[in-house]
């Protein structure tokens, strides 16, 4: 007789929790409702950067490549982003604005294949990261001439941060009910 292991957490809530919140408190930043940038880099090395990174790692075991891939990478993105904010701060490795945009435009070209990859999964997954792409685009934009598209990007990127923690909560709230309360919907692509 076999002893039945308790189930497992999902890592995904914690990696959806960590990029949603950090990736919210930016856009106040960029939108201009908080005018210190402080928190933006304590939530995104310990929460959208570690605990994302830790999250990502997780998903490994359960042999999720989507979410291993999207939580690593992006749990990195934070803590490289964060780095960079203090390099300039205290004059160390500086980075420009059109250095910036380019650090931008590779994880534009990145986000790409998890878009392809997204719109497989489920509609809110594809939804989330639709908008993440159409974030990171008007940021790189912002980065080379346009700088008044960061504001535009900071509303659009509360969007896919809300989408993200959309996801969360059906996570939870459907698995404590046993049922769907939050729907994730069909795959965009079959």
């Known amino acids: 007789m076999s002893e039945q ?16 919140l950090t990736t919210l408190v930016l856009q106040f930043h960029n939108v201009g409702w908080m005018t ?13 950067g570690l605990a994302q990174l830790i999250a990502g790692l997780q998903e490994q075991k359960t042999g999720n490549n989507f ?3 999207a939580f690593t990478s992006y749990g990195a993105f934070w803590i490289s982003l964060c780095f960079m904010l203090l390099g300039n701060k ?5 980075a420009g604005t059109e250095d ?8 534009t070209l990145f986000t790409v294949i998890l878009w392809i990859g997204s719109l497989r ?35 659009e990127l509360m969007v896919c941060a809300f989408a993200a923690w959309y996801m969360l909560a059906g996570i939870i709230l ?8 939050l729907p994730m919907y069909k795959p965009w692509v079959s």
């Open 5 to 20: 292991q308790p189930p497992l957490g999902n890592p995904a809530v914690i990696g959806l929790a960590g990029f949603g």
């Open 36 to 48: 210190s940038i402080g928190p933006v880099v304590w939530l995104g090395l310990f929460f959208g």
């Open 67 to 69: 979410g291993y891939c």
């Open 90 to 94: 205290f004059d160390i490795f500086k």
């Open 100 to 107: 910036v945009g380019w650090f931008l435009v590779a994880w």
């Open 121 to 155: 999964i489920h509609g809110a997954m594809a939804f989330t990261f639709t908008t993440l792409l159409i974030g990171f685009i008007l940021l790189d934009l912002a980065h080379f001439g346009y700088p008044g598209l960061t504001v535009v990007a900071g509303y």
């Open 174 to 181: 459907n698995g404590l009910y046993g049922r769907v309360i």
